[in-house]
């Protein structure tokens, strides 16, 4: 009987099929991938990193705290949730500080989102050179795309990005060493709509990896070193 996995592809939902068999030189698993009807959560086709949010826009106390209730929610390494955020509305004395660390490219537009957010990830156990966690980073980033889903269902968008003075960030907020700004976040509703966004991605095959995709691999780098 065929495998089916169910994937993704351009917006479209793509199944592939597959014989399972014997991993080796005699037998390998061949796939084949055919579209169909799309499936995608509206999340997923609409989420876009806005370049431009609107100045007149404004989040209530209710909003931003269902963002970070969203955030809280995630999943982390032994629940350990090695992140936290420095969080502030436009107009908040706290948004002016995080926007004057701005680079020049975020500053452009960065400032006018409704909610500035700085990310923070736990980096070593408190007064050590250990390691807090080697999923720290992992964690933070399911932390911020959960954030990122509520948002969308608050009719807003997210642009993450790293274009800001981090150093300078951790001396104006005094932060503990064990403790790093991984990166910024901006929300808010985005002025127009995704028309020119690129949207491209690898293609499926390039990021789907099967066995007969890794034997094949094996097989052309055995070809390369002979």
Known sequence: M??????????RTVR?????????????VAFRVTVHAPALH????????PNGFRRDHTLSSAEVSSLFEAARRAPSAGNSQPWRVIAAVRG?????????????SSAAWAPDASLLVANLVQRRVEDTEFEY?????????????????QAHELGLQVHQFRAFD?????HEFALPDHWEIATMAAVGLPVG???GTDRLRKPLNDIMWTVANIVSQQ???GAAEE
């Not at 592939?16 to 390998?28: D, E, I, L, N, S």
């Not at 981090?166 to 951790?170: F, K, P």
């Open 193 to 195: 709509d995704a028309t």
């Open 133 to 149: 966690s080697e999923f720290a980073d992992y964690d933070l980033g399911q932390a911020v795309a959960h954030l990122t889903f």
């Open 42 to 49: 509206p999340f997923v086709l609409e989420r876009y990193s």
């Open 2 to 11: 065929p495998v089916r996995f169910p994937s993704v592809q351009d917006g």
């Open 166 to 170: 981090r150093d300078g960030l951790h």
């Open 219 to 221: 097989a052309q780098s």
């Open 16 to 28: 592939t099929a597959g014989v399972p068999g014997k991993v080796g030189p005699a037998r390998v």
């Open 92 to 104: 908040d004395a706290v948004h002016r500080r995080l926007a004057g660390f701005l680079a020049r």
